[in-house]
């Protein structure tokens, strides 16, 4: 597999502010990468780096084997599409769509040709005399991935398209930009602060904080295999609770943090006496009868009917799942058990995922 | 006092504020229609007994009006173009760009906007003869006063330039335009509304000009409506009603325009603040 799109120790500084430290980035051909992190993580600088509207301050871009660095935007052939659309107001659909033909002077036939099939991939063909202002955000939505999709470039990027969407069009859209990368082959790379976008659209999910990569992978090893304390917090919904807690003497268990001091047990043998963070998804806590488990006192619910978000009073809160609805109330004492194999655990100090002593 | 009361008093207070205002235009109309002893009847005539039509046709052969007018236009629109090209480039910059030094320029650039011209014209005067800028009087006053009037447009063209969002900019230059081209495609297009409004205020601001043009064109054939106007007036000046209408014959037509394109103006000058 070739990449199409490698960046090599790439930085990026406003003034004295490092926006982007040391990314180091392969994307293959074809594939749908997710760039995922909380506001002001570098993400979206990443991405418009990518297309040359940032200029790096140091490292190599290479896009389909060139180096990109120096172009300008119109050079690196690469579609964007912005979070707000970014449609011209001036210009009606058609013209939207046919832009950047029309930039390069492509014959009429051609241009109107490809615009009809464009138009009908993304179930617009109706709409091609219409002004941006007179479309609803889905359809606006839809154009401004159509500007992307004529373009047959060599990468789409996409700058958080789908947060000014409502909920359930947001749901339809991620699906629908799924299967249009999947109909193209195209290599993609997508903005979003939304984990469950990155995690459900994308083959590989890079997890940015604070200009740096954390974490990059499949979307699942991300979820199984946490690197650090950041990742394992921030990809999975409910998101994970972490405990303060010790290696016991054999290390193969953690004595929490918590008032009388639970033994848990652990899959492996970990360094004894270490201060770690364990980190317990909500889903794999599973209530127990009342001799077992953590003892713990039910603080909130929040039921959906398919499922059923449960805190318990602790410092810090701990929270966990159960399917369908539930009798539990606040006030109600609870006991949880917790299955060995999907308990993480955490360098106190360095955050980092500590892998198990053979 | 109810809610309705007050705003029916303040409805009045605006309306006597408003034909106090108009009330010299109003005079200056009813004056050129009148007869000359009607224009010295105490009490005065709101009305012309008699409207003096004429009035019109002898002012505007007796005062070559047709060539004074036709200065005015010269300059008005040679200021026009020259500020809108030189002053969209600017304002552009002004809005596209946030830093410390675009602040200083800003400041600089309203700061000309508060010289009076009658103080400029000193060395204005002074340095354009020094160069020999003189003897091309009209491209004299065309160039003072599009100094003076580009503060203004600059200011109000870069609100416009604001509110065009920088997105779609980067789109087009994604989409495969140059700098260059994005502006001139796409970020122009939007502020045209703006740009056009701006402009149209600056030729009205310049048709009307007086100070430059009094003390930098001497020929009268190349003189504008304004000093026309103004040699007309001696200090035994009797003929008001042939000065009023020279005035009518002036002012109407910007006014006419005003008028006009009113809702554009209003609608121009605001889009930059509301969105």
Same mark, same amino acid.
């Given at each position: 597999?070739?990449?199409?799109?490698?960046?090599?120790n790439?930085?990026?500084?406003?003034?004295?502010?490092?926006?982007?430290?040391?990314?180091?980035?392969?994307?293959?051909?074809?594939?749908?990468?997710?760039?995922?992190?909380?506001?002001?993580?570098?993400?979206?600088?990443?991405?418009?780096?990518?297309?040359?509207?940032?200029?790096?301050?140091?490292?190599?871009?290479?896009?389909?084997?060139?180096?990109?660095?120096?172009?300008?935007?119109?050079?690196?052939?690469?579609?964007?599409?912005?979070?707000?659309?970014?449609?011209?107001?001036?210009?009606?659909?058609?013209?939207?769509l046919?832009?950047?033909?029309?930039?390069?002077?492509?014959?009429?036939?051609?241009?109107?040709?490809?615009?009809k099939?464009?138009?009908?991939?993304?179930?617009?063909?109706?709409?091609?005399?219409?002004f941006?202002?007179?479309?609803?955000?889905?359809?606006?939505?839809r154009?401004?991935?159509?500007?992307?999709?004529?373009?047959?470039?060599?990468?789409?990027?996409?700058?958080?398209?789908?947060?000014?969407?409502?909920?359930s069009?947001?749901?339809?859209?991620?699906?629908?930009?799924?299967?249009?990368?999947?109909?193209?082959?195209? *290599?993609?790379?997508?903005?979003?602060? @939304?984990?469950?976008?990155?995690?459900?659209?994308? /083959? +590989? %999910?890079? =997890?940015m904080?604070?200009?740096?990569?954390?974490?990059?992978?499949?979307?699942?090893?991300?979820?199984a295999?946490?690197?650090?304390?950041?990742?394992?917090?921030?990809?999975?919904?409910?998101?994970?609770?972490?405990?303060?807690?010790?290696?016991?003497?054999?290390?193969?268990?953690?004595?929490?943090?918590?008032?009388?001091?639970?033994?848990?047990?652990?899959?492996?043998?970990?360094?004894?006496?270490?201060?770690?963070?364990?980190?317990?998804?909500?889903?794999?806590?599973?209530?127990?009868?009342?001799?077992?488990?953590?003892?713990?006192?039910?603080?909130?619910?929040?039921?959906?009917?398919?499922?059923?978000?449960i805190?318990?009073?602790?410092?810090?809160?701990?929270?966990?799942?159960?399917?369908? *609805?539930?009798?539990?109330?606040?006030? @109600?004492?609870?006991?949880?058990?917790?299955?060995? /194999? +999907? %308990?993480? =655990?955490?360098?106190?100090?360095?955050?980092?995922?500590?892998?198990?002593?053979? | 006092?109810?809610?309705?009361?007050?705003?029916?008093?303040?409805l009045?207070?605006?309306?006597?504020?408003?034909?106090?205002y108009?009330?010299?235009?109003?005079?200056?109309?009813?004056?050129?229609?009148?007869?000359?002893?009607?224009?010295?009847?105490?009490?005065?005539?709101?009305?012309?007994?008699?409207?003096?039509?004429s009035?019109?046709?002898?002012?505007?052969?007796?005062?070559?009006?047709?060539?004074?007018?036709?200065?005015?236009?010269?300059?008005?629109?040679?200021?026009?173009?020259?500020?809108?090209?030189?002053?969209?480039?600017?304002?552009?910059?002004?809005?596209?760009?946030?830093?410390?030094?675009?602040?200083?320029?800003?400041?600089?650039?309203?700061?000309?906007?508060?010289?009076?011209?009658?103080?400029?014209?000193?060395?204005?005067?002074?340095?354009?003869?020094?160069?020999?800028?003189?003897?091309?009087?009209?491209?004299?006053?065309?160039?003072?006063?599009?100094?003076?009037?580009?503060?203004?447009?600059?200011?109000?063209?870069?609100?416009?330039?604001?509110s065009?969002?920088?997105?779609?900019?980067?789109?087009?230059?994604?989409?495969?335009?140059?700098?260059?081209?994005?502006?001139?495609?796409?970020?122009?297009?939007l502020?045209?509304?703006?740009?056009?409004?701006?402009?149209?205020?600056?030729?009205?601001?310049?048709?009307?000009?007086?100070?430059?043009?009094?003390?930098?064109?001497?020929?009268s054939?190349?003189?504008?409506?304004?000093?026309?106007?103004?040699?007309?007036?001696?200090?035994?000046?009797?003929?008001?009603?042939?000065?009023?209408?020279?005035?009518?014959?002036?002012?109407?037509?910007?006014?006419?325009?005003?008028?006009?394109?009113?809702?554009?103006?209003?609608?121009?000058?605001?889009?930059?603040?509301?969105?």
């Amino acid at each position: 597999m070739t990449a199409q799109i490698e960046l090599k120790n790439v930085e990026k500084y406003y003034g004295a502010y490092h926006a982007l430290k040391n990314i180091d980035l392969s994307i293959a051909k074809g594939q749908f990468v997710a760039l995922v992190g909380p506001s002001g993580c570098g993400k979206s600088t990443l991405l418009r780096s990518l297309a040359g509207l940032e200029t790096i301050t140091s490292g190599a871009i290479h896009i389909a084997g060139e180096r990109v660095n120096d172009l300008p935007p119109r050079k690196r052939d690469v579609a964007m599409v912005f979070q707000s659309y970014a449609l011209y107001p001036h210009m009606n659909v058609m013209d939207n769509l046919t832009y950047s033909m029309r930039l390069k002077r492509k014959p009429r036939a051609e241009i109107e040709a490809a615009a009809k099939e464009v138009a009908e991939t993304i179930g617009l063909s109706h709409l091609l005399d219409r002004f941006p202002r007179e479309l609803s955000g889905g359809q606006r939505q839809r154009v401004a991935m159509g500007r992307a999709i004529i373009r047959n470039p060599k990468a789409f990027l996409f700058d958080e398209p789908l947060s000014n969407l409502d909920a359930s069009l947001r749901v339809h859209m991620r699906k629908e930009v799924r299967a249009l990368h999947n109909r193209l082959g195209a *290599t993609s790379v997508y903005v979003t602060h @939304d984990q469950i976008e990155a995690m459900t659209m994308a /083959d +590989h %999910v890079v =997890v940015m904080r604070d200009g740096i990569i954390e974490q990059q992978g499949a979307p699942l090893d991300l979820y199984a295999h946490p690197a650090n304390q950041f990742v394992a917090g921030f990809i999975g919904s409910p998101a994970m609770n972490f405990v303060d807690a010790r290696i016991s003497e054999s290390g193969e268990a953690a004595r929490l943090n918590l008032p009388g001091e639970p033994l848990i047990p652990l899959n492996g043998s970990y360094p004894p006496g270490r201060s770690v963070i364990v980190g317990l998804r909500p889903e794999h806590l599973s209530v127990v009868g009342p001799d077992a488990g953590l003892a713990l006192k039910v603080s909130m619910v929040e039921s959906v009917g398919s499922a059923s978000y449960i805190s318990c009073s602790a410092t810090p809160e701990l929270s966990f799942v159960v399917e369908g *609805t539930t009798r539990l109330r606040s006030g @109600d004492s609870v006991h949880l058990a917790i299955d060995p /194999d +999907h %308990v993480h =655990v955490f360098d106190a100090k360095t955050r980092l995922a500590i892998g198990v002593v053979n | 006092m109810s809610i309705a009361w007050t705003n029916r008093m303040l409805l009045l207070v605006a309306l006597g504020l408003a034909a106090l205002y108009l009330f010299p235009l109003y005079w200056m109309y009813v004056t050129s229609l009148k007869t000359g002893s009607e224009i010295f009847a105490t009490p005065p005539g709101m009305f012309p007994a008699s409207p003096q039509w004429s009035n019109f046709v002898y002012v505007w052969e007796t005062r070559n009006m047709g060539r004074f007018l036709w200065n005015s236009t010269i300059i008005a629109s040679g200021t026009m173009a020259l500020t809108a090209i030189l002053g969209t480039g600017c304002a552009y910059v002004l809005a596209r760009y946030r830093n410390g030094w675009i602040d200083l320029a800003l400041f600089l650039v309203l700061m000309l906007q508060v010289l009076p011209a009658s103080l400029m014209i000193t060395p204005i005067f002074v340095g354009f003869s020094q160069i020999g800028l003189l003897n091309y009087p009209q491209l004299a006053v065309i160039l003072a006063v599009t100094a003076k009037a580009m503060p203004f447009f600059v200011v109000l063209v870069r609100a416009t330039f604001m509110s065009v969002p920088g997105e779609l900019e980067e789109a087009a230059l994604v989409d495969g335009n140059s700098r260059i081209g994005a502006f001139w495609f796409i970020v122009l297009p939007l502020a045209r509304n703006g740009i056009l409004v701006s402009a149209i205020l600056i030729f009205m601001q310049a048709f009307g000009e007086f100070v430059y043009s009094k003390s930098m064109i001497q020929a009268s054939e190349l003189q504008p409506a304004s000093v026309g106007l103004n040699t007309f007036m001696g200090p035994n000046t009797t003929e008001w009603g042939n000065i009023m209408a020279y005035a009518t014959i002036y002012v109407t037509p910007i006014l006419a325009a005003f008028v006009l394109l009113q809702r554009r103006i209003v609608s121009g000058l605001t889009s930059g603040a509301l969105k």
